[in-house]
């Protein structure tokens, strides 16, 4: 054999040793498959709608967060199993909806992901009259650069026009494809009461609600609409989780707010009730080593009727800070600790 013939053999020799090396049991397994958190799922109510624990919000992109960091947030979000997707028509004037298009459309996605709008504040198609409610949801779809929204939430704000035409029109919206499964914004105990009344008479049932709700804002959920979504089966998905950013433990002085919008929601927080709710969050955090805003979103996910609350991140680390809250598991002394705080 030549000294090539040899150098061959003695690299093929190292090159085995080395794949049997990679092979044995005890080898670094590289990250590969499936994103961190992709088996993790809970049902979406009647949609039959399978999605992660927590739906990742749009409101602050085009707003806060411009496209290129918008773009990040979804990726980590997905990265760590999240297949959700909420915005508005009024986010941004619509910027949120069309970063949102552009990542599906850029990354391939789109079947991968339940898209999830809310209609009826657009200053262009305001309300949910049968004209304004179609060329909303055309819009929306333009926007987001596909065919169908998975999840409709109405905009609960407008009372002015009948459940009746509005359920009417969404009718017909299923009816083509446009628009899945119809949700309810802000909808008042009674509204969803005369709603369900309506799907008994064949109008199209809704089945997902949005409700303001965290651990530091109880009084308005925690009523007649919790009885009314537990009664008809409704899957509940609560938007402002961390009390705008109240529950994150990042905001403790009225100093640190400003005069803001957000600063004056914030402030509204900053007085004796809110720091016993942050003292608690603060001691289970440490017992469970996460961070406050992961307690506030495990408290959530804990409770009766909660499928998976809307939560928005200004950047990539937030997302792995919330996410968290998807694993934690509170116990009973846990769970009573922070609701005697809130008292």
């Known amino acids: 054999m030549g000294v090539s013939g040899v150098d061959s053999a003695v690299a093929s020799a190292d090159a085995e040793g080395l794949r049997s090396a990679r092979a044995h049991p005890s080898a670094p397994i590289p990250v590969q498959g499936p994103a961190v958190g992709d088996a993790v799922r809970t049902r979406l109510g009647e949609t039959g709608l399978s999605v992660f624990p927590l739906i990742l919000g749009g409101a602050e992109f085009g707003w806060n967060v411009d496209i290129t960091a918008s773009h990040r947030i979804i990726d980590r979000y997905v990265e760590l199993g999240g297949n959700a997707l909420h915005t508005a028509d009024s986010f941004a004037g619509g910027r949120s909806e069309h970063i949102i298009g552009q990542w599906m459309n850029s990354r391939g996605l789109r079947d991968d992901i339940a898209v999830m709008v809310r209609v009826g504040g657009h200053p262009d198609n305001p309300g949910l009259g049968p004209v304004n409610l179609v060329r909303a949801v055309e819009a929306s779809l333009t926007r987001l650069a596909t065919d169908r929204i998975d999840v409709l939430y109405l905009d609960g704000s407008d009372a002015s026009v009948p459940l009746e035409e509005t359920l009417a029109t969404a009718e017909w919206l299923t009816g083509s494809g446009k628009v899945l499964h119809l949700a309810a914004a802000d909808f008042t105990p009674e509204r969803l009461v005369e709603a369900r009344i309506l799907a008994s008479a064949g109008y199209p049932r809704i089945t997902v609600l949005d409700a303001h709700y965290n651990v530091v804002n109880r009084t308005p959920f925690e009523g007649d609409l919790r009885l009314v979504a537990g009664a008809q089966g409704i899957?509940?998905?609560?938007?402002?989780?961390?009390?705008?950013?109240?529950?994150?433990?990042?905001?403790?002085?009225?100093?640190?707010?400003?005069?803001?919008?957000?600063?004056?929601?914030?402030?509204?927080?900053?007085?004796?009730?809110?720091?016993?709710?942050?003292?608690?969050?603060d001691h289970v955090a440490l017992e469970l080593d996460v961070p406050d805003a992961a307690v506030a979103v495990a408290w959530l996910i804990a409770q009766r009727t909660v499928a998976a609350p809307i939560v928005n991140a200004y950047a990539p680390e937030h997302v792995e800070e919330l996410v968290q809250g998807v694993g934690v598991h509170l116990g009973r002394a846990q769970l009573a600790e922070l609701s005697r705080a809130a008292q």
């Open 235 to 281: 899957a509940v998905t609560p938007s402002h989780p961390l009390a705008h950013g109240f529950l994150s433990g990042r905001h403790r002085s009225r100093d640190r707010v400003g005069m803001s919008a957000r600063g004056v929601q914030l402030a509204a927080y900053l007085n004796r009730r809110g720091q016993r709710v942050l003292k608690a969050l």
